[in-house]
């Protein structure tokens, strides 16, 4: 009866679209979600209008986060630390080396990133002003780099 069951669940997998799965493999061996990310996003902080975010996903699953506000000659906060992501949830998630903190990002695609809230959830307001580009994909040339 166990042997009947594999069977049939390894020829309903055969019928199964893959066509996500082989483009995020196709990803990962490209080099899966390396490159440098950027934004401008929304502030809640009173008085404060937003804040540049640079993302730099680099090898061995290493990333950079750059944050700096929107003022002139604003300091920059630097953040190392480790990511992943979840391929079934589409979540990218980054973990700081400073204090295990963690930030995560909604994964739209090879190229788009959406910031979420500590429980995962999307922000409050347009989503598009959560977003971070990758560099190689955004279609303006404006590029924030460290």
């Known amino acids: ?86 391929d079934a949830s589409r979540i990218l998630t980054l973990v700081s080396n400073k204090n295990d903190e963690k930030r995560l990002f909604a994964i739209k695609d090879e190229g788009t990133l959406v910031h979420l809230n500590k429980d995962g959830q999307p922000m409050a307001g347009d989503q598009d002003d959560y977003t971070l580009s990758r560099s190689d994909k955004a279609k303006s040339r404006e590029v924030h780099i460290h």
């Open 1 to 86: 009866m166990k042997l009947q069951e594999k069977a049939l669940k390894a020829r309903e997998m055969q019928n199964m679209d893959h066509s996500k799965h082989a483009e995020m493999e196709e990803a990962n061996q490209a080099g899966g979600f390396r490159g440098v990310f950027y934004g401008y996003l929304p502030c809640e902080q009173e008085g404060c209008d937003g804040f540049k975010m640079t993302l730099s996903l680099k090898q061995k699953n290493n990333y950079l986060l750059v944050t700096q506000y929107a003022k002139a000659s604003s300091r920059e906060y630097y953040d190392k630390g480790k990511y992943s992501w979840d």
